[in-house]
């Protein structure tokens, strides 16, 4: 079973911390996500990264970093934290190998930011 | 961005009543996959559609896209409480790119 796992489940911090959300897949997938999910909004990507050192912008990268200096981990860092990031989390990974582009999702960090 | 709507935003059903959430959007997708996240979960892989005009059953559930690529629908017959939960479609765009709908929150009422 592919296992995807989020550092933190629940996280509170104070606007204007910097805020490190990390991610790590155990299945070699190249592709790793990381989405905002809202009430009523669905699930909106942040950034996405298809190989090591590799990142692409997805919907919303505003106010977010992203690194990934190994296969299994994608990191999501909140620069400034802002209450307007208060927000689900969710990472996600895929492989274009398997041929079902399948997204596998962790079980996602609630964020508060005060 | 892209956008994929979808609707309703939410459906009360009694248990037994049949359900449909529906996905459009107005240019051409490679495919679409489908997504039930349960409350409190994490959204789950439920099935990916490529063909035009394919439909694909699961059980209870019958997945369809449509002609043109732009549309797709997930149909549960004679629900359980079993299948209370959000559903999302997520088209794909271009290299490994998704786009999610903003889902569809099923209540059954026992």
């Known amino acids: 079973d592919v296992k995807v796992t989020q550092s933190s489940r629940y996280l509170v911090k104070r606007t204007g911390e910097k805020v490190f959300l990390e991610c790590v897949q155990d299945?070699?997938?190249?592709?790793m996500f990381w989405y905002r999910q809202d009430p009523g909004l669905g699930l909106r990507l942040i950034y996405f990264?298809?190989?090591?050192?590799?990142?692409e912008k997805g919907d919303i990268p505003e106010g977010y970093s992203v690194s990934r200096e190994k296969k299994e981990r994608f990191s999501l860092i909140l620069e400034s934290a802002s209450t307007n990031q208060t927000s689900m989390y969710l990472c996600a990974s895929s492989s274009p190998r398997l041929g079902k582009e399948t997204q596998y999702f962790g079980p996602g960090t609630r964020l508060l930011v005060l | 961005g892209q956008q994929v709507m979808q609707i309703p935003q939410y459906q009360h059903v009694q248990e037994g009543e049949d359900f449909t959430t529906y996905c459009n959007s107005s240019t051409t997708l490679s495919n679409i996959q489908w997504y039930k996240q349960r409350p409190g979960g994490h959204p789950v892989f439920l099935i990916q559609l490529v063909k035009s005009g394919e439909v694909k059953k699961q059980k209870r559930l019958t997945f369809q896209f449509g002609e043109a690529k732009k549309n797709s629908s997930l149909h549960i017959t004679a629900t359980q409480t079993t299948d209370v939960g959000t559903y999302f479609c997520?088209?794909?765009?271009?290299?490994?790119?998704?786009?999610f709908g903003s889902g569809t929150k099923l209540n059954v009422k026992p």
């Open positions: 990264s298809y190989d090591v050192k590799m990142k």
């Open positions: 997520a088209a794909l765009w271009g290299f490994n790119k998704f786009y």
């Open positions: 299945m070699d997938h190249e592709n």
